[in-house]
């Protein structure tokens, strides 16, 4: 399939929630995901300016990701009583935005009682999510699994392929990948791992319709959320519930032990002794030997960082003494390495208990 740039329709500044990575689609095909008539999809291209899609030398329209995110939006809306005209003109981030009040709208509404979905927590944020697998991005974007959720989620990206995810650096961090198979490779484990990494990730998941006892046991053991492709949207908006709620509680849990790295900014001002090491070189040599869990070596670097970093801090104390005219640049190059060190500890202990290592 070809590959463009597609011109922004009125009002949308940038289509920086969908990445321009992806192939493009023929309009028969967007009319398919949205389920609506092709016939329609031209009407309100041609009419209501809704979308602007690229042309094909051959003359065929071809529409990007960002595209089809604003057909199954604008679907979406008018389904609910939303004229197309008074739409067309909005940019995505207003689409979703009115999106995201309908279903609030919704949910509080007396008459919603026998719904299935369940409202949405005050405060809570958008679940933000990296897609590999433009049906299931499509999927996603459906009502009822936003009801189900209790919220609509925030599309990032979507990619053909792993590979492809894992190219492409991100504008900001999301908090799931989520790769969409047919039928489940067996050693699909390390490419999802690198497109992890790469994305920034906290969690990764896995959809599909058929797979292997060994491929399901290692990406299981690896940590991956496995879901057989449901019949309904409601168990897949519910899937995605559970798995935003287990993202928020590791975040809760691992937040206490970034404090010391935040507070290690404090060891920068004049006075202020750096505290004493917590992992002499000897540890940090065992660490570095240890077998990573990580598809990375992180471990072995972050040791080898902090043996040069305390070298160096060694090193700035001594010049003070042997150069009494530098001894401030050098009491602040103690200070530097000191904080960078104490950070750079606490981000060690961090790993640790992400993957379980003993640094006793």
């Known amino acids: 399939m070809m590959m463009r740039k597609s011109m922004p329709p009125p009002n949308e500044p940038s289509r920086g929630l969908i990445e321009e990575a992806a192939p493009s689609f023929r309009s028969s095909a967007v009319a398919r995901m949205a389920q609506m008539p092709v016939a329609t999809l031209r009407i309100w291209e041609q009419r209501y300016q809704a979308v602007r899609p690229g042309t094909a030398p051959s003359g065929h329209r071809l529409y990007s990701a960002a595209d089809v995110q604003r057909v199954m939006l604008l679907r979406q809306l008018t389904d609910q009583g939303h004229a197309i005209g008074a739409t067309a003109g909005l940019?995505?981030?207003?689409?979703?935005?009115?999106?995201?009040?309908?279903?609030?709208?919704?949910?509080?509404?007396?008459?919603?009682?026998?719904?299935?979905?369940?409202?949405?927590?005050?405060?809570?944020?958008?679940?933000?999510?990296?897609?590999?697998?433009?049906?299931?991005?499509?999927?996603?974007?459906?009502?009822?699994?936003?009801?189900?959720?209790?919220?609509?989620?925030?599309?990032?990206?979507?990619?053909?392929?792993?590979?492809?995810?894992?190219?492409?650096?991100?504008?900001?961090?999301?908090?799931?990948?989520?790769?969409?198979?047919?039928?489940?490779?067996?050693?699909?484990?390390?490419?999802?791992?690198?497109?992890?990494?790469?994305?920034?990730?906290?969690?990764?998941?896995?959809?599909?319709?058929?797979?292997?006892?060994?491929?399901?046991?290692?990406?299981?053991?690896a940590g991956a959320a496995l879901l057989r492709e449901p019949p309904e949207d409601e168990d897949l908006g519910q899937w995605l519930g559970a798995l935003q709620a287990s993202i928020e509680a590791k975040s809760a849990q691992l937040a206490p032990t970034l404090v010391p790295a935040i507070a290690a900014n404090t060891l920068l001002a004049d006075g202020v002794s750096p505290p004493p090491r917590r992992f002499d070189d000897a540890a940090l040599t065992a660490i570095a030997g240890l077998s990573p869990t990580l598809a990375c070596e992180c471990p072995r670097h972050i040791a080898e960082l902090l043996m040069q970093l305390s070298s160096f801090e060694a090193y700035s104390a001594a010049c003070i003494k042997r150069s009494p005219a530098d001894a401030e640049l050098h009491a602040h190059l103690q200070r530097v390495a000191g904080a960078s060190r104490a950070m750079f500890e606490a981000a060690m202990v961090t790993l640790a208990e992400h993957e379980g290592l003993n640094l006793s």
């Open 91 to 221: 940019s995505t981030a207003q689409l979703q935005a009115l999106a995201a009040q309908q279903l609030h709208a919704q949910q509080s509404s007396p008459a919603a009682g026998g719904s299935k979905g369940k409202p949405a927590r005050p405060g809570a944020a958008a679940l933000r999510v990296v897609v590999v697998g433009h049906a299931l991005a499509a999927r996603l974007q459906r009502p009822a699994v936003a009801q189900s959720l209790g919220q609509p989620l925030k599309l990032l990206a979507v990619f053909e392929s792993l590979e492809e995810a894992a190219a492409h650096a991100p504008e900001v961090a999301c908090d799931l990948l989520i790769c969409h198979w047919p039928a489940l490779p067996s050693e699909v484990l390390p490419i999802i791992k690198l497109a992890q990494q790469a994305r920034s990730a906290a969690r990764f998941a896995v959809v599909y319709r058929f797979a292997g006892a060994a491929a399901k046991r290692a990406l299981a053991e």
